[in-house]
Every structure is written in C-alpha cells, then in structure tokens.
C-alpha cells in the first residue's frame, strides 16, 4: 500500500518529525483472526460508499455533538476559518461516517487523531477522496481546536481529523487550517485514552478497519455518534 495516501498530522520536522507519523504497513502485525466488526458497514449505510454526493454547502456556523466512550462533546465550526474543511466536515457528519471511530493516535500533550473509518470498504473510497488546502484564517491550533491532518502534500486532506492537546502553533504556516473548536465538554477530551500512543499502524487500520483495534488495541476510546445539532 501507498504510505503516501495515508493521511498524517505532521507535514514537516518539528517536535514530532515526519518520519515519527509515517506509520509504515505492517499487515504481519495484525491478528490472523479478528472478531466481527461491530461498526456501521457501508451494507447498512451506501451514502459511506459516495464521497462524490458528499458535497454540500455548510452553514455559515453549525454545531456538532460527538457521543464518545468517555462522554460528550460539543463542536462550533465556522466556515470562514477554513470554507472547505467546514463543508467536508459537515458532509461526514450528515452520512454517518464518524460513527464508531476510533481515536486511533493520541500522542500524549499535542494531539488526539480520528477518522480512518471502520470499515475497509468504506476507506477505500473516501482516501483518494482530498479538499484543496484552504488559506489561514488568522486561527490557530490551540488546545480544543479542531483541524483536518494532511500529508506533507497541497491539497491532501480527506477524512482524518485531530483534536490540539496544546498550543501547536508550529502547524500553522504549515497549511493545518483549524475548523471548529470544542464549547462544551473539553474535560472529555482530557479522558480520552493515550497509553497507546502511535503503536497502531495505520495502514493495517486501512485494511482492516474495527477489527484490527479491538483486538489489538482493545482500550481505545471512540466517537459513538457524530451528529448536527441547533
């Protein structure tokens, strides 16, 4: 598999090098045997199956509530921050792709990383899927703020999001346009699980969806829910 399509959060070397994010593919380490997935399938929900029809103009303001394992979370996104991640964003809410996701990365005082679906099938369609890199802002990857990862490439965001731990204004010149922030319900955040670190590969994730987490990886905490609310 292409290591070059696989959505990353760091773009260059700073505290956290490119080479430390570009998990390489290791099918061998993951279970021979997995247990059935459990996660909303692209079967019981064909809109996952069409990134082409996810195209829809976002509100100007929208709010979204995030049911995770360890409670709730409320999201603000404004449009103007970064027009096009806000409307990517809002079209996976509306389809349901957040929905049993894990937060597959969490590197303990910078950032949490969701957003590689459960579902296999799904991840293929959605990782040729990119947005055009949208210009700053004038905001800033604070603690609570919420950005699309990229790879070190232009126009190379998708799916993946990531919640700031800290002040990582280091990503800012380097085209990690913030789109939302958390109002309501941060301590959540403060909760989730980092005792794994960057140990799941993301190219078995790729693969192997739900499957390979829970059974390698079976702490993690998830988004339940993702869903627009007034």
């Not at 997935?37 to 029809?53: D, I, V």
């Not at 096009?84 to 990383?113: C, E, H, P, S, W």
């Not at 790879?151 to 700031?164: D, E, K, M, V």
Request: aromatic residues 10%; positive net charge; hydrophobic residues 40%.
């Amino acid at each position: 598999m292409n290591n070059k399509s696989l959505p990353l959060v760091l773009a260059c070397a700073a505290a956290f090098a490119v080479s430390a994010c570009d998990k390489k593919t290791d099918t061998a380490q993951a279970p021979a045997a997995a247990p059935a997935q459990t996660m909303p399938t692209a079967a019981a929900n064909p809109a996952l199956l069409s990134p082409e029809a996810a195209n829809a103009k976002a509100p100007d303001v929208y709010k979204v509530k995030l049911a995770t394992t360890k409670g709730d979370m409320t999201v603000e996104v404004r449009r103007a921050w970064s027009p096009n991640g806000a409307d990517r964003f809002y079209n996976l809410v509306k389809i349901g792709y957040y929905d049993d996701t894990a937060f597959f990365r969490v590197v303990d005082g910078f950032m949490a990383q969701i957003g590689i679906h459960g579902d296999p099938a799904v991840n293929a369609k959605w990782r040729p899927a990119t947005i055009s890199d949208d210009p700053a802002a004038g905001q800033s990857n604070k603690p609570g703020f919420l950005t699309f990862a990229k790879t070190g490439a232009p126009n190379s965001r998708t799916t993946q999001i990531f919640f700031n731990f800290g002040n990582n204004g280091f990503l800012d010149p380097q085209g990690f346009t913030p789109f939302g922030r958390i109002v309501d319900g941060e301590a959540v955040l403060g909760q989730i699980h980092r005792g794994y670190g960057e140990a799941p590969d993301q190219g078995a994730l790729q693969m192997q969806g739900n499957s390979y987490l829970k059974a390698s990886f079976p702490n993690l905490d998830y988004i339940k829910s993702a869903r627009l609310i007034p």
